[in-house]
Nanobody, 123 residues
């Protein structure tokens, strides 16, 4: 297993940007596929972005495509989620997770989860 710690959440105005970080306790390159999920109050946890362990493929939910970017720094075992053009609908707790494979937008394929970081977008 790998331990994950998210940071970077906060309060931002609509149209603004935030960058979330996810620090992993071990090597992620070529080892773990990484995903970002979010959960808004009263809603199910949903996948928003995923990064293959090879570092060369990324995937996005339609709701964030063109606004969010997932990336990895393999020297520091850190995964980022750059979020631009934020709207109130992006308000949620954001979670980082690690998977060995499968449908990376299915939370069931993830083995490790961070504690989450709150993102609140004011309109």
């Amino acid at each position: 297993q790998v331990q994950l710690v998210e940071s970077g959440g906060g309060l931002v105005q609509a149209g603004g940007s935030l960058r979330l970080s996810c620090a992993a306790s071990g090597r992620i390159f070529s080892t773990w596929h990484m995903g970002w999920f979010r959960q808004a109050p009263g809603k199910e946890r949903e996948g928003v972005a995923a990064l293959m362990s090879s570092g060369d493929r990324t995937y996005y939910a339609d709701s964030v495509k063109g606004r969010f970017t997932i990336s990895g720094d393999y020297a520091t075992n850190t995964v980022y989620l750059q979020m631009n053009s934020l709207t109130a609908e992006d308000t949620a707790v954001y979670y980082c997770a690690a998977s060995k494979g499968g449908n990376l937008f299915d939370r069931r394929v993830y083995r490790s989860w961070g504690q989450g970081t709150q993102v609140t977008v004011s309109s």
